[in-house]
């Protein structure tokens, strides 16, 4: 019993080793691909990645935002994952014009993340960024540029200025704030229906009167042009009947007789002598 026992011990340990050994090797190898998988970080198109080092200073702001792809990042390490398209936000406001009348304005804004800036905005404004920098500052914009309008010029003819004003002010508002601003765009104004009527129909009698006095100043125009026309006839009447005289009148008259005379097809008749003392000619054959 002692000899098989001893030879046993002596062909089991090496096995028992190599087992360890073997499934040391694969406890590590799960180890060290659940770290490499937690290390990889899969930044999607139009994304950006900030890192935040919990025992390296926090979030980075020195280097650039991870781009995208794979990329590999320490485990205790976390990435932040932002959009960095142009985004569209679409606001409804109420808002006062000029002289106290209530407003409501639709409006769309573009906008994206500054990019270059994405650490700092994720650092001191947050993923919140929307709600907490973006809209504010809409708001307060339109309040400022549509209290320095009246509704009628709201409505009808300042949209453009106010849609450029608005933009303007908001760009100012959000010159710090890490986010970039594309464009705003005034979709709808919508008044109280008193007003909007009361605008319509004084837009409408101003047309009328433009209309009016297009044509007072067609028929003005028009006017004119016959005036010219008829000073034109005269003055040319006027040099006619000046250069012509009684004398040139019967030396025209003699030149016509004697090209009737000359004439081979014409059988000349001379009766006597007319008005002006020229002779008259007929012609048998007609």
């Known amino acids: 019993m002692n000899d098989l026992g001893k030879n046993f011990t002596e062909i089991d340990f090496p096995s028992k080793k190599k087992f360890l050994g073997t499934t040391g090797l694969v406890v590590v190898g799960i180890i060290g691909f659940i770290l490499v998988m937690m290390s990889v970080v899969n930044i999607g198109p139009g994304q950006a990645g900030v890192i935040f080092r ?38 409804t406001m109420k808002v006062l014009s000029q002289d106290g009348l209530d407003i409501t304005l639709d409006a769309s804004v573009w906008f994206q993340p500054s990019v270059s800036e994405l650490g700092k905005l994720h650092k001191y404004r947050g993923r919140n960024y929307v709600e907490d920098v973006l809209k504010p500052a809409v708001r307060s914009a339109t309040r400022t540029v549509v209290g320095r309008y009246t509704p009628e010029q709201i409505y009808a003819s300042k949209r453009e200025a106010i849609q450029q004003e608005i933009f303007n002010e908001t760009e100012q508002i959000l010159k710090n704030q890490y986010v970039q601003l594309n464009n705003i765009l005034v979709r709808d104004v919508t008044l109280p229906p008193t007003i909007k009527n009361a605008i319509e129909r004084k837009l409408k009698q101003q047309q009328e009167a433009l209309e009016y006095e297009f044509r007072l100043q067609k028929e003005k125009k028009e006017a004119e042009r016959k005036r010219i026309e008829a000073e034109g006839i005269r003055d040319f009447q006027h040099i006619v009947t000046e250069g012509i005289s009684d004398k040139l009148l019967r030396w025209k008259g003699i030149e016509a007789t004697l090209k ?17 003392g020229l002779p008259i000619i007929l012609n048998p054959d007609k």
């Open 54 to 91: 919990p025992f390296g200073g926090g979030v980075d702001t020195l280097t650039p935002p991870l781009s995208e792809g794979m990329h590999l990042v320490a485990p205790w390490n976390k990435v932040y994952v932002y959009n960095i398209r142009q985004q569209e936000l679409k606001e």
């Open 260 to 276: 009737l005379a000359e004439s081979p097809n014409s059988k000349v008749i001379v009766i006597g002598s007319g008005k002006d």
